[in-house]
């Protein structure tokens, strides 16, 4: 499907039974979850996902490219930042009612009873592919000059000195 064409909502099975191919974007106000982390809702998720039936069993599949630059708040200076989410999810596609023991071991699972909106299939995997703690690269962080300001010596060690006497 065309970038012009993504469709609001999905259903992910029925997609690996046609074979299909969603590619465009997203723009970051739809979706509540991952707008809440950033410093405002501007932007877009890149998206590029393929639909397909495989294996002997021929279960679903969905595997493709997520991508997005979002603007957040380094958590180690407070300022804004530019952090790049990339997420490459590949998951097996199972009804609710399919038994899970059927998919393969160590695979990622997506449980589908139907339509689901294609913003959460793209928020969920955004959010597991950021960082607990986003924060500048030390060297481009304006903390990092405040740490370095601190490494100079400490005018109360001296007082530690009188301590260790006796």
């Known amino acids: 499907m065309r970038a012009a064409s993504l469709p609001a909502t999905v259903d992910p099975i029925k997609l690996a039974d046609s074979g299909a191919r969603l590619t465009g974007e997203l723009p970051v106000k739809a979706m509540g979850r991952l707008r809440a982390l950033c410093v405002d809702e501007s932007g877009t998720v890149s998206i590029s996902l393929s639909f397909e039936r495989s294996g002997d069993r021929g279960l679903g599949r969905m595997q493709g490219t997520i991508a ?16 790049v989410l990339r997420a490459e999810p590949s998951v097996i596609l199972i009804r609710a009612q399919d038994r899970e023991d059927l998919t393969p071991r160590n695979t990622d699972s997506l449980v589908v009873d139907g339509p689901i909106l ?14 607990m703690v986003p924060m500048h690269d030390i060297d481009k962080c304006l903390a990092g000059e405040y740490r370095h300001r601190q490494e100079k010596p400490n005018p109360f060690s001296v007082l530690g000195e009188l301590k260790h006497k006796d």
């Open 68 to 83: 997005a630059s979002l603007q957040v708040v380094c958590q180690r200076c407070l300022e804004k930042m530019t952090l």
């Open 118 to 131: 294609l913003s959460n299939i793209v928020e969920d995997e955004l959010l597991l592919a950021m960082p």
